[in-house]
């Protein structure tokens, strides 16, 4: 029968355009369905194996970087157009890693900014576990409450995968905006906050935009009101939790506050 | 055979007065008989040598592909020394939490030695594991001169000399690991195996500026 498999495949292949892993789960699940000829590991380790996940790493470097050129346009829609809409979790896993570090250099550079003259830095290196943390929840949780959102209006064509793809490229746009967040100006902040709001969300409506076409306007705009609520909520813990330590008065960009100091009195300047 | 003459024995290569070992006709027993017999300054002589002829190769990267497989006789000595000094070198200019830098950066180094080689194989890299992690240690190499210099020279130098010494090193590190990584992929996934690589090490050399 896999003999067969293989032949079949071949003549079919330009019109099929299987890659070779995919090739290979295939024959790996039509193997599976002969529980004679699996092996105690191949049934229950499987999971353990790389060649399960290879398939979820079938790109180009092409591929990438049509993908993440693509994210970066809110309005354009066609994200799953590109490479066949496949799943796949390099891109989401690297652009996660990259934001994770961006974002701990911008941290320590606003850090290393407000240095008083005589003081040693110390790089604050226990935000890096934090961030980790909290990154990879968000991509964990965020396109599991998008998956369920889309089955309540009962769509069936993105699964959870697509999800965690499309929401792991959306981040893509935070990368440049977490360097730029190293600008001490609070309007500057501001102003990149809100843009990456408005491109996240649009972006990602505009993706979805496939299935929301058809729904009456009520559901239309739920399913765009939930997208958008949670990407605030998120937008607005990163901002505050992780660059809440600017002292916008020691750098000269706040007029100080004549406040009077207690410890010299304590201390005994009398 | 004459003496003085470089012989491949073990993994590596071992100078001086050598007997020619013949490990065909050999089997096994006699060979370990071999090396255990030998006064102890002999088995550490010849791992270091082995170590100084793998940096060696990463202290002149060498973009031709055949050259970087040499270093495929793996160990994990020359890494472990390596992410041992580098780790002591950051955590010793920091007063406060040297135990927690210390433990970050080995545990970064390795894990992200170990996150890089899967990469490299999900996306179809025919890479022996313990090669990619041996080559990935022994390319932090640059970043540790960089970091041991700017710890002994710490008075004398800017933010912006600092920037480039580390700057330096890490460009050195990444071109050091090209060829043997490259030299694993398809012509069409080499960017993307590479870039982990670039961002582990502009990671490590990120910690040696703000030192």
């Keep these: 029968m896999l003999d067969n498999l293989n032949q079949d495949v071949s003549i079919l292949q330009p019109s099929l355009q299987m890659t070779d892993s995919q ?18 590991y191949q049934k229950f380790c499987n999971l353990f194996t790389i060649e399960y996940y290879r398939e979820y790493f079938d790109v180009t470097t092409e591929l990438v970087i049509a993908k993440v050129v693509n994210a970066f346009n809110p309005f354009s829609g066609t ?62 949780i965020v396109p599991m409450i998008y998956r369920v959102a889309l089955k309540c209006v009962s769509q069936d064509r993105l699964t959870l995968l697509h999800c ?51 729904l009456p306007k009520e559901k239309k705009y739920m399913i765009v009101g939930l997208v958008a609520v949670v990407q605030i909520t998120i937008m607005i813990l990163y901002k505050f939790y992780f660059f809440s330590s600017i002292n916008y008065e020691q750098l000269g960009l706040v007029k100080k506050r004549t406040t009077t100091h207690l410890l010299p009195h304590i201390l005994g300047a009398n | 055979m004459t003496d003085n003459q470089q012989v491949p024995f073990g993994s590596g290569m071992f100078q001086g007065q050598a007997k020619f070992v013949d490990y065909a006709h050999m089997n096994q027993q006699e060979v370990q008989v071999n090396t255990l017999d030998e006064p102890v300054m002999d088995t550490l002589l010849r791992d270091i040598n082995m170590i100084l002829y793998k940096l060696s190769y990463v202290i002149i990267p060498r973009m031709k592909e055949t050259q970087g497989r040499k270093l495929r006789n793996w160990d994990l ?92 090193a890490f460009l050195w590190s990444t071109f050091s690991s090209l060829s043997f990584m490259s030299s694993m992929m398809n012509e069409e996934k080499k960017v993307i195996s590479v870039y982990p690589i670039f961002l582990f090490y502009m990671f490590l050399s990120w910690f040696c500026i703000f030192i």
């Excluded at chain 1, 977490?178 to 309007?187: E, F, Q, R, Y």
């Excluded at chain 2, 955590?91 to 545990?107: A, P």
Aim: charged share 10%; glycine share 8%; hydrophobic share 50%.
């Design chain 1, 164 to 214: 965690l793809t499309i929401y792991g490229y959306s981040a893509v746009v935070m990368i440049p905006i977490s360097l730029l967040n190293s600008i001490p100006n609070p309007a500057i902040q501001w102003m990149l906050l809100v843009y990456v709001l408005f491109a996240q969300t649009s972006f990602l409506t505009s993706n979805f935009n496939q299935e929301l076409k058809y």
């Design chain 2, 77 to 168: 000595w020359g890494p472990l020394l390596l992410s041992l000094l580098l780790a002591m070198t950051l955590g010793i200019n920091s007063n406060q939490s040297s135990d927690t830098i210390f433990g970050t950066i080995f545990i970064i180094m390795w894990g992200g030695s170990a996150v890089i080689t899967v990469n490299a194989k999900l996306l179809g890299g025919q890479v022996s594991f313990f090669q990619s992690v041996c080559v990935l240690g022994y390319c932090v190499f640059p970043i540790n001169v960089a970091a041991v210099l700017i710890t002994f020279l710490q008075s004398y130098l800017g933010f912006f000399l600092r920037l480039i010494i580390v700057g330096a």
């Design chain 1, 23 to 40: 090739i290979q789960n295939r024959i790996r699940q039509m193997k599976m369905e002969d529980p004679d000829d699996q092996t105690c």
């Design chain 1, 79 to 140: 994200f799953f157009d590109i490479g066949g809409g496949i799943p796949e979790l390099y891109g989401p896993f690297w652009i996660l890693n990259t934001l994770i570090f961006t974002t701990a250099l911008s941290v320590n550079i606003i850090k290393y900014m407000q240095l008083q003259p005589g003081e040693h830095f110390e790089y604050q290196f226990q935000i890096v576990p934090i961030l980790t943390i909290f990154m990879y929840l968000k991509t964990l």
